[in-house]
């Protein structure tokens, strides 16, 4: 197998449209610490020469990780795919453990924010709230063992081969739902 002649490393930053740029910023830094970092803001798009005033706000996320955001204040109000589930599209960051998870929770439900969750997906547990702009946002926090992660790794192409021909969910990762009802059956 010959190398790829792309070589990349990482993600550069992850860009979402926002209503307000100065709230988004703001809301940011009290409900998950992140840092303001830089902006640019210009009346014509460097990659098309358009006119369209934006402004461009990046914030740290984290382990070299940028999350920037747009305002575009003479387009149309900002909406979100119709077609598309509210939960399916969300931005998800990673927390060191469980009780940081739990401690996030208390930290962003005493701002007043609706958090559903945790949530145990076999291998990490979530918490789910929205920002001001409705982008659903995910804290996650891993639990799984290596051993797990190896067997998804191994499922993973016969997985997406089944889906492919069948369209049904592939049920070659189980388990991982099964350790879940289990935790919540032992807790009822």
């Not at 098309?48 to 005033?53: I, S």
């Amino acid at each position: 197998m010959s190398e790829h002649p792309i070589r990349l490393g990482g993600v550069h930053h992850a860009a979402y449209r926002c209503k307000d740029a100065k709230e988004t910023v703001e809301w940011y830094e009290k409900v998950l610490g992140m840092e303001y970092v830089s902006a640019f803001s210009e009346d014509h798009v460097p990659s098309t020469g358009e006119y369209d005033p934006y402004m461009h706000v990046f914030l740290d996320a984290g382990n070299g990780n940028v999350l920037a955001f747009f305002e575009l204040p003479t387009q149309k109000e900002m909406g979100r795919d119709e077609n598309t589930p509210a939960w399916v599209q969300h931005l998800a960051f990673k927390v060191g453990s469980e009780e940081e998870l739990v401690a996030a929770k208390d930290h962003i439900e005493g701002l007043g924010i609706d958090v559903l969750g945790p949530t145990h997906h076999g291998i990490f547990k979530s918490i789910y709230f929205f920002d001001p702009n409705g982008h659903r946002v995910e804290l996650a926090a891993d639990i799984g063992t290596d051993e797990q992660y190896a067997e998804l790794k191994r499922v993973a192409m016969p997985m997406l081969d089944e889906w492919s021909r069948t369209k049904k969910a592939p049920r070659h990762a189980d388990w991982l739902h099964e350790i879940a009802r289990q935790e919540h059956a032992s807790r009822s």
